[in-house]
């Protein structure tokens, strides 16, 4: 199209002949060589940078840890002062160290097939052909081709434009749709909403803006995890720990230890399980098997933290084409209201010819009305979401609009009763209408109606029926009329169906809007800014909301959303703001997300009040040896052997197991609430056991050692008991199995020598058990006790 093409404007939007007469008037685009040439100088839309980290610095991340120091450095004392066994905690760094390696590069991987998997094609005009290619395939000066849901790949100049209207609110965060004619630069990022066109590409690859959104999109991103946040606070706290205790349990074992090798050894035993090594890596690992497993159901979690806000979310907005119905609908029937059948046959033919891109309701239109009868188009209107209806102006053959009945009928119009009628069975209903004048789209002439069957998704109602059990509210929003969603979701069984709303009466206050979004469930006839503004009165409630959708007027709700969802087969610009992509297609698949993230939570939570338990009473006991100016309780070996039996092993078990229970907030006060007095009760009954069997003359140091490691074995499991409650079969077995495990080491003579263990006064250890069973009884009381005042305040606030 050229500059001088004449152009009317229709009520704020740009309309422009349709189509070109001849393919003349059409650039045919770079030919093959050029192509070859432009790609040979580098001049191609492929960035530098993949936006995720190489090989190297991959290692260098995992192995060179401040943690990875501190425990290699007590590994380089024990080997240099004691003996091999006591260094069996530096497998530690290679093991973490390993799996977070192995881990990174899997998700690199993982992270490529779906660029790839999420990669719109883009269409382009070769050798005066068009062809379908990778974005990362356009060259400078590249004719690229746009329609109604495209994202535009590289920053160009407008060389055609058919009613276009462009997205810029990824760019510019202005949500109004931009008129684009003739000669304006369009930018990477934004996406057409109507209309079409071309363009010629001036910026491509770094050049481009779209570098910037590649290089923030492509990272394998853990922010804003309420779970990262609170253990990266627990790792600095820890860190600050160390120091100083560790500088005073050096001083005590110099005084107490009979030899420099033992004072040495004795340090590093007291200082290693005040580490919680394994707790980011277990973090970790639950958070990316909850990652893979849903790629096996063909859903692609774009952030890890997905999972894990999904598991947290009330609220869930759903749109109703494309989620609760197919996307794909039936002509039902084409009932003539004014004048021939044929007549209005075929001006519906002709107003899905002038179409450039039909969507889904035009092409199942089109299925039940085939054939164009070649009317020649002078002037269109592009469908899109904000108008809701297209039309089209034909040489000798009037101006045609077909869109929504409540849109371009009156309610004084004596066809809109009937039109009401049908949209309360579930029916979707256009009106066919002859206008004077594009421009007087308000008074068309009601020719026929055209009645859409929507198809049901068989998936829906047991889905919905899952959230409900849950306690996550739905709220259906949809731009069609409030009465056909009301009818949709009322034989799916959502509350509130009963009483839809009409978005266009609802008020425009923040705070109103809010109340009438906590009391009604399902709204017709949203606007894509409507949507949006949804999401933030929820919000603004205090809900954590999650949004469904799969067309480009889904785009900034999504990306407003504390969770957006898209459809694998909705628009590339829905896509690219999601957080998760259905790429089946299957709604199915979101009861599975919301399992997953439940399950990566409650059981990383699990993890972590193990860890931390074993990090508060390694504080507290070598606070404690320090001030009594004992020799440390343990040697490394023991510190091992308890920590594998009591955290590492169930750990790692517990951070994979099925865990469906509700997802709650406040994860740090929590954690602290049973790690504190739990690593103080260890920490007292070892203690207490210790001190005892030292002042026993009777008794040397290995028996004394021996009883403490059963006395912190013993409370320690008893922390792990009530950390897997509520208690299955699965969870008891997992503790008996523990136990098992000390006693087949202690039963076996080798592997007692090898942890030199020696329970050679048995009236210690009976005094260990009981001490060990009373601290255990009062760390149960107190922790009841802490959830019986916890309940009471939250009645007392309530009131």
């Not at 005084?255 to 707790?279: C, Q, R």
């Not at 970790?284 to 894990?308: H, K």
């Not at 040489?395 to 009156?410: F, R």
């Not at 997300?593 to 699990?606: D, I, M, S, T």
């Amino acid at each position: 199209m050229c500059a001088q093409c004449p152009i009317r404007r229709h009520h704020g939007y740009v309309d422009s002949i349709a189509r070109a007469e001849t393919q003349d008037t059409l650039s045919p685009g770079l030919t093959s060589a050029e192509v070859a040439e432009r790609i040979a100088r580098g001049e191609v839309n492929r960035t530098s940078k993949d936006g995720g980290r190489t090989f190297g610095q991959i290692l260098r991340a995992n192995l060179l840890t401040r943690f990875n120091a501190i425990v290699g450095a007590l590994f380089v004392l024990v080997m240099i002062f004691g003996a091999p066994q006591d260094g069996l905690f530096g497998l530690v760094i290679l093991v973490n160290s390993l799996i977070g390696i192995v881990q990174e590069l899997r998700a690199k991987q993982v992270l490529g097939r779906l660029a790839v998997l999420g990669q719109e094609p883009v269409r382009v005009r070769r050798d005066g052909a068009e062809t379908a290619i990778a974005p990362t395939d356009v060259v400078l000066g590249e004719v690229v081709l746009l329609g109604t849901g495209d994202r535009i790949p590289v920053d160009g100049v407008l060389d055609e434009a058919t009613a276009l209207e462009v997205d810029e609110s990824l760019l510019t965060g202005e949500s109004d749709p931009v008129v684009k004619v003739v000669g304006d630069t369009v930018k990477s990022g934004s996406f057409v909403v109507s209309g079409g066109g071309a363009f010629t590409a001036t910026a491509v690859g770094d050049g481009s803006y779209a570098a910037q959104l590649v290089q923030e999109a492509s990272r394998f991103s853990m922010a804003k995890s309420e779970l990262q946040t609170g253990i990266n606070k627990f790792l600095g706290y820890i860190t600050w720990l160390i120091l100083p205790v560790g500088v005073l349990l050096a001083i005590s074992q110099l005084n107490a230890a009979d030899s420099f090798a033992k004072a040495v050894v004795g340090s590093v035993a007291g200082v290693v399980p005040m580490i919680p090594e394994g707790l980011v890596l277990m973090t970790s690992i639950a958070f990316t098997v909850g990652v893979l497993r849903l790629g096996r159901r063909r859903t692609m979690v774009q952030e890890l933290p997905a999972v894990e806000v999904l598991a947290r979310v009330d609220v869930l907005c759903l749109d109703k084409t494309g989620t609760l119905t197919d996307a794909t609908m039936d002509l039902k029937e084409l009932r003539v209201l004014s004048g021939d059948e044929q007549g209005a046959r075929d001006a519906v033919g002709a107003l899905i010819a002038a179409e450039p891109r039909p969507n889904p309701t035009m092409q199942a239109i089109a299925r039940g009305v085939p054939g164009d009868p070649g009317w020649t188009v002078t002037d269109s209107v592009a469908f899109s979401s904000a108008r809701k209806w297209s039309g089209a102006s034909f040489a000798g053959q009037g101006s045609w609009v077909m869109g929504a009945a409540d849109v371009l009928l009156s309610t004084e119009d004596a066809h809109r009763a009937g039109a009401d009628e049908l949209a309360s069975q579930g029916l979707r209903v256009l009106v066919l209408g002859k206008v004077g004048d594009l421009n007087d789209f308000e008074h068309a002439e009601a020719v026929a109606l055209v009645v859409l069957a929507q198809r049901i998704r068989p998936e829906a109602e047991q889905t919905l029926r899952y959230f409900a059990e849950q306690g996550v509210a739905i709220k259906v929003i949809s731009g069609d009329n409030a009465a056909s969603v009301g009818a949709v979701a009322a034989g799916l069984g959502i509350p509130g169906a009963q009483d839809p709303v009409d978005a266009r009466t609802l008020p425009t206050d923040r705070a109103e809007l809010a109340e009438v979004m906590e009391t009604h469930s399902v709204f017709g006839r949203v606007s894509p800014q409507q949507k949006r503004e949804f999401v933030a009165a929820l919000q603004s409630k205090g809900h954590v909301v999650a949004m469904t959708g799969d067309g480009v007027n889904d785009v900034l709700a999504l990306k407003d959303a504390d969770l957006g969802v898209a459809m694998g087969s909705g628009s590339g610009a829905t896509r690219s703001v999601a957080k998760v992509v259905l790429m089946d297609d299957s709604f199915a698949s979101l009861p599975h997300v919301v399992a997953e993230g439940r399950r990566v939570l409650n059981n990383v939570e699990r993890v972590a009040n193990l860890f931390l338990t074993k990090t508060f009473y390694s504080v507290a006991l070598a606070l404690l040896i320090g001030v009594a100016g004992l020799p440390f309780p343990f040697l490394p070996r023991h510190v091992t052997l308890i920590g594998a039996l009591t955290i590492g092993i169930p750990g790692f078990l517990l951070a994979l197991a099925p865990n469906t229970e509700r997802a709650r907030p406040g994860f740090v006060p929590r954690v602290l609430r049973f790690a504190v007095p739990a690593g103080l009760a260890c920490a007292a009954a070892t203690f207490g056991s210790y001190w005892l069997a030292y002042n026993n003359p009777g008794s040397d140091l290995t028996a004394n050692q021996s009883t403490a490691t059963l006395a912190l074995f013993l409370t320690s499991l008893w922390a792990l008991a009530l950390v897997a409650r509520p208690w299955t079969w699965l969870r008891a077995g997992l503790v008996l199995l523990m136990v098992a495990g000390f006693a087949l080491v202690t039963a076996v003579p080798w592997s007692r020598d090898q942890f030199q263990l020696n329970f050679a006064n048995p009236g210690d250890d009976l005094v260990a058990l009981g001490i060990a069973v009373g601290m255990a009884a009062l760390l149960t009381l107190v922790l009841w006790l802490e959830r019986w005042l916890g309940r009471r305040s939250q009645v007392a606030s309530r009131v």
